[in-house]
């Protein structure tokens, strides 16, 4: 299957990194290339571009849509180890880090990856093809485990419900598909629940986060991508969900603020300057011409940072 994945907002990224022509410049999440082959074009012979992807799909399929970039290189790595990543590659400091936190259409397409509860498929949803998949967490997963993290990754109130139901369940013969997972989340829940929507999403969603350990690579490489900006540079970030969401939203605060002494003192002794500057005080979302012909930049959202 060809990867295909619309970029989402991809001109509101263009216009938030501000790009140089001669700046460096990179892409966390190459993807399908989207991202990255607009910023390409905006640069000179001086400019450089770094994609970087964990998914070796991905990094196939960026390098030849890349290649008639000179300025561009394409590296296998997550974004969490962005320091490491430009150390290898020499590189001080930069003019700008985009990161795109959506599972890519490709992905979510793509029965075999294990990603869709639309499709049936091995359970995996390895963004990297490596380490532990879901079908490990599934079948070997505490109860305890398992409930904790449906609630906490997929905000799901009746993770204790799915999670009891998921232990019963493997008791009997091993959980080896999405489809045998998905009918079991619809066995726990409520049937006025079922009647609403597909009960489905938030626990495939925890899973998934889970599996590929997105809000811990996230944590980091925030703080990697932002130590590695020049003064002037920019950090965008588009998330999809409210946990990204309100991590980058409360380390972007954290990046502006200044002074933390006690509100009482009369004078600051802290001597803390805000490291950052927001360059829009609320987030960007999808416009109503994007929407329409891209349902999945619906629950995007767009942050960006730029470095003091």
């Known amino acids: 299957m060809e990867f295909k994945h619309i970029p989402v907002m991809?001109?509101?990224?263009?216009?938030?990194?501000?790009?140089?022509?001669?700046?460096?410049?990179?892409?966390?999440?190459?993807?399908?290339?989207?991202?990255?082959?607009?910023?390409?074009?905006?640069?000179?012979?001086?400019?450089?571009?770094?994609?970087?992807?964990?998914?070796?799909?991905?990094?196939?399929?960026?390098?030849?849509?890349?290649?008639?970039?000179?300025?561009?290189?394409?590296?296998?790595?997550?974004?969490?180890?962005?320091?490491?990543?430009?150390?290898?590659?020499?590189?001080?400091?930069?003019?700008?880090?985009?990161?795109?936190?959506?599972?890519?259409?490709?992905?979510?397409?793509?029965?075999?990856?294990?990603?869709?509860?639309?499709?049936?498929?091995?359970?995996?949803?390895?963004?990297?093809?490596?380490?532990?998949?879901?079908?490990d967490i599934v079948n070997s997963w505490q109860e305890e485990q398992l409930s904790k993290v449906i609630f906490e990754y997929g905000e799901e109130k009746f993770a204790r419900r799915i999670a009891g139901e998921i232990v019963r369940s493997r008791a009997i013969k091993p959980i080896e598909t999405t489809m045998q997972l998905a009918e079991i989340i619809k066995a726990a829940v409520p049937a006025a629940v079922k009647r609403e929507k597909n009960p489905c999403k938030k626990t495939f969603q925890a899973i998934r986060i889970a599996v590929n350990g997105e809000l811990e690579h996230l944590s980091t490489g925030l703080d990697a991508a932002f130590d590695c900006l020049r003064p002037g540079g920019r950090l965008a970030v588009i998330t999809f969900h409210s946990l990204e969401d309100r991590l980058v939203k409360q380390r972007f605060a954290e990046l502006c603020r200044g002074c933390i002494c006690p509100p009482d003192f009369p004078q600051c002794v802290c001597g803390r300057k805000p490291r950052g500057r927001l360059v829009n005080r609320k987030p960007l979302t999808a416009s109503g011409e994007e929407l329409s012909v891209n349902n999945r930049s619906r629950s995007a959202k767009l942050r960006i940072i730029e470095r003091r």
Do not use: W
């Open 10 to 135: 991809l001109e509101e990224c263009i216009i938030g990194l501000a790009i140089k022509p001669d700046g460096i410049y990179v892409d966390c999440t190459a993807g399908g290339g989207g991202h990255s082959c607009r910023i390409a074009s905006c640069l000179s012979g001086e400019g450089r571009l770094i994609a970087l992807d964990r998914d070796p799909d991905a990094v196939k399929t960026a390098s030849e849509r890349l290649a008639e970039y000179g300025n561009a290189k394409v590296v296998r790595s997550n974004y969490s180890e962005l320091t490491r990543v430009l150390d290898e590659l020499s590189v001080d400091s930069v003019d700008g880090v985009l990161m795109d936190l959506g599972v890519s259409s490709y992905q979510l397409d793509t029965p075999e990856r294990g990603f869709s509860y639309h499709n049936d498929a091995p359970l995996d949803m390895r963004m990297s093809r490596e380490g532990v998949s879901a079908y």
